[in-house]
């Protein structure tokens, strides 16, 4: 995908690889793990229900920071189902999971990017029907399955996925010191007028995909073909960009001050002054917003959502199980899918995750919501390049380890 043209299918790679985000703890999946503390058990052992009979247990393997109890809770009772959620923190996590048998464990699942994709490809999960999801009616445009290709497949049509959340891995930086211009572009954070005074995440794919943009760019070969016949892809970078990439990476160190772990210690390296930019997922971003709203905080920050080179982003979504088969289940799996999504319960989502919708819910937001969550900024998402797994993990992992011994 090059950025500027609508995503579609087709790009991603077959080698799956971690792909967790930045949050409070290791990744922004954790963000509210209080949310769902005490709330709902994780499934303690699968079980074997007839194909035609209703079922009473809906079992999910998804991110911890989605659940919304007062939710769930109202869904049991009109549906006579318990809920039963199993977590986990990054995609190859929840991949193993339903490779190793667990297409017979789960009913619906929860993946990133073109994580479905490959679901699909490997026939771990199935075809939904959004006549019987009517709250996709909500959804903003771009992520509607005539524009968001990547939950569609090319040979049949069908849809076999519904997108819920989406964001960036753009840049958050300090407004008072940084002018608009240098955020405007990943050159930022490599910048030797601003050494000492960088961050980056502790994760290594996204590192090395977003300089592999800007090395890819400086070289010339972002729109140049590509030795697979596919469209630019940071995730699939060749050899000659992988050593660039190393190199800028080497380069990149002593410009660092540290390369934080989760959400709070980010916001208080960027609260202080120590650091002046960082990528993320704008989570730091909002918090520090709210508490200069608030007059806690002096400092203005801005975020740059994608950067000029292009950025990295992904799409959060609701998938069902390819052991679910026709008939009750999968009705009671859409049905619930149609729950998570409507416009009440995504912004609820919204207001407790952090992240941007797909859903349209300015109509239940206020201004300063509708800007904090990006509602107007979907557009956007077409100069993102989705998450995906790295072309070669082994080769990624070398480019960091040579990386952190230099």
């Not at 048998?101 to 026939?123: I, N």
């Not at 980056?200 to 995909?209: G, H, K, L, V």
Request: hydrophobic letters at 40%; charged letters at 20%.
């Amino acid at each position: 995908m090059k950025p500027h043209e609508p995503i579609s299918a087709g790009v991603s790679q077959d080698t799956p690889d971690s792909t967790p985000r930045a949050g409070l703890s290791v990744g922004r999946r954790t963000v509210l793990k209080t949310i769902a503390a005490g709330a709902v058990a994780s499934l303690a052992a699968p079980y074997i229900r007839p194909a035609s009979a209703a079922p009473t247990q809906l079992r999910a393997l998804m991110w911890e920071g989605y659940l919304l109890p007062d939710v769930i809770a109202a869904f049991e009772e009109k549906h006579g189902v318990t809920f039963s959620p199993t977590f986990f923190d990054g995609n190859s996590e929840a991949y193993n999971k339903l490779r190793v048998g667990g297409t017979k464990d789960f009913d619906l699942v929860q993946a990133d990017g073109f994580w479905p994709s490959l679901y699909f490809r490997e026939k771990l999960i199935r075809t939904v029907d959004y006549a019987k999801i009517p709250a996709t009616q909500h959804l903003f445009p771009v992520f509607k399955p005539a524009e968001f290709k990547l939950l569609t497949d090319a040979t049949t049509g069908s849809d076999f996925g519904v997108p819920f959340c989406w964001g960036s891995y753009g840049t958050t930086y300090n407004a008072d010191v940084v002018p608009a211009e240098k955020a405007a572009s990943i050159e930022l954070l490599f910048d030797p007028a601003y050494a000492g005074r960088l961050s980056t995440s502790a994760r290594f794919e996204e590192n090395i995909a977003l300089a592999g943009i800007l090395v890819a760019t400086r070289m010339g070969t972002i729109d140049k073909p590509r030795p697979n016949g596919k469209p630019f892809n940071p995730y699939d970078l060749t050899d000659e960009e992988l050593a660039g990439v190393e190199k800028l990476l080497i380069e990149q160190k002593p410009l660092l001050l540290t390369r934080y772990q989760d959400n709070a210690t980010l916001a208080q390296l960027l609260e202080s002054g120590a650091i002046v930019a960082a990528p993320e997922f704008a989570q730091t971003y909002r918090l520090l917003l709210a508490k200069k709203a608030k007059g806690e905080i002096d400092t203005t920050f801005a975020h740059t959502l994608v950067p000029k080179e292009g950025g990295l982003g992904w799409v959060d979504t609701w998938l069902v199980s390819s052991g679910v088969p026709d008939g009750a289940t999968l009705d009671v799996c859409q049905s619930f899918i149609d729950t998570m999504i409507t416009p009440e319960t995504m912004k609820k989502v919204a207001l407790a995750s952090g992240c941007s919708t797909t859903i349209d819910i300015r109509a239940l937001s206020t201004p300063e919501e509708q800007a904090l969550y990006l509602m107007d900024r979907t557009g956007e998402l077409s100069k993102m390049y989705m998450f995906d797994q790295p072309s070669s993990t082994e080769k990624w992992e070398r480019v960091w380890s040579r990386m952190q011994a230099a």
